[in-house]
């Protein structure tokens, strides 16, 4: 078993070396900046990127375990995956927090903000590839696709929770009860809830596509090799 986990581990090392080379420099422009302005007010970005990796680390592991005789728990482990996916493309909504700061020039917050939001959604498209591949395993190909679809409309749902009403994946545990009120009201109250659907819909919509574009791209990259 800890053979498998580690040969899965060693394929993932190019991939791993990128993405920490995306994140170093997420973490380079963001300490410019603290530099250049001599304020802290962009620094909630790093935790918002930690936060943006943690769905391809459960990934990663479901997959892994997938591949052991420990493959029930790699459903038990896409858990954790699915709470927190929603943080990854959550730093698209960071770019609400763009103007003009002097003496910093506009083009570097735009561009501060583009590396986190991109390197946060790349991480979250990284995630769904393994996920999906985990729940192929189980469940055939197409309700894996089916899954995958539903979990990015469950993002953008997410995506609202946590943006404007401020909740954090954790929340699930530590104040539940909340968290499912302000879940349940717009299912009960669909039209008077209408912004939150509109919202979902299209972001999930963007979302999807931009998963699909991606995974397009990968495919055609093996069948060049």
């Given at each position: 078993?800890?053979r498998?986990?580690?040969?899965h ?10 993405i920490?080379?995306?994140c170093a420099f997420c973490?380079?422009?963001?300490a410019g ?5 001599g304020r802290t007010?962009?620094v ?6 930690l ?9 990663w592991?479901?997959q892994g ?5 420990l493959?029930p728990?790699?459903?038990l482990?896409l ?8 943080n990854a493309?959550?730093?698209l909504?960071?770019?609400?927090h ?11 917050d735009l ?10 959604l790349?991480?979250g ?6 996920a999906e ?7 055939g ?5 089916a899954g995958?679809?539903a ?5 953008a ?5 946590g943006r404007?009403l401020?909740?954090n994946?954790?929340?699930?545990l ?5 968290l499912a009120?302000?879940v349940v ?5 669909p ?8 919202m979902?819909?299209?972001?999930g919509?963007?979302?999807v596509?931009?998963?699909?574009l991606?995974?397009g791209?990968?495919?055609?990259e093996?069948?060049?090799?």
């Open positions: 078993m800890f498998t986990l580690h040969d581990l060693f394929r993932r090392l190019p991939l791993l070396n990128w920490a080379v995306a973490l380079a422009v963001l900046r603290l530099e250049l302005s007010s962009f909630f970005l790093s935790w918002n990127l936060l943006a990796l943690l769905p391809p680390v459960f990934a592991a479901a375990l997938s591949r052991t005789r493959k728990l790699a459903l482990t858990v954790p995956w699915l709470l927190f996916l929603p493309p959550y730093i909504t960071d770019l609400l763009l103007k003009h700061r002097a003496p910093v020039p506009l083009w570097y561009l501060m903000l583009l590396s986190f939001a991109l390197t946060g790349f991480m498209y990284l995630s769904l590839r393994d591949r985990t729940l192929r395993a189980f469940v190909h197409g309700w894996a696709r995958i679809v979990s990015l409309f469950l993002s749902f997410g995506i609202y929770l404007f401020r909740w994946s954790w929340d699930v530590t104040d539940p009860y909340a009120l302000d009201r717009p299912v009960l109250h039209f008077r809830y209408d912004h939150v659907w509109l979902t819909g299209l972001l919509v963007l979302l596509s931009g998963y699909h991606v995974r791209v990968g495919a055609e093996q069948v060049d090799r």
